[in-house]
């Protein structure tokens, strides 16, 4: 089991940044994968970025080179970032923390992103 909390949306304008976190505690060490999805109103949901246990990282093409996914252990917790820099309006939307623990998919609570022209 894994729980998942995350923080950081806001309203921004375009060109400006946030950094969205997600604090994982619980079965961390089974981690495979930790990433980040966003879903706008009327659209399905889409893969925004994801970094392996390994460190490996890949992007959605749309935010390649204006976003970043990093993560942090200490202890009993593992952390998720999401820095989004150069935001735009096509950016809005409610951004979902993702784990995966032994092929079985966790979910945040969802922070709602929204940034204005």
């Known amino acids: 089991q894994v729980q998942l909390v995350e923080s950081g949306g806001g309203l921004v304008q375009a060109g400006g940044s946030l950094r969205l976190s997600c604090v994982a505690s619980?079965?961390?060490?089974?981690?495979?994968?930790m990433g980040w999805y966003r879903q706008a109103p009327g659209k399905q949901r889409e893969l925004v970025g994801v970094?392996?246990?390994?460190?490996?990282?890949?992007?959605a093409d749309s935010v390649k080179g204006r976003f970043t996914i990093s993560s942090f252990r200490d202890n009993a917790k593992k952390t998720v970032f999401l820095q989004m820099n150069s935001l735009k309006p096509e950016d809005t939307a409610a951004y979902y923390c993702n784990v995966i623990v032994a092929g079985l998919d966790y979910w945040g609570q969802g922070t709602q992103v929204t940034v204005s022209s």
């Open positions: 619980g079965s961390i060490f089974s981690i495979n994968a």
């Open positions: 970094i392996t246990s390994g460190g490996r990282t890949n992007y």
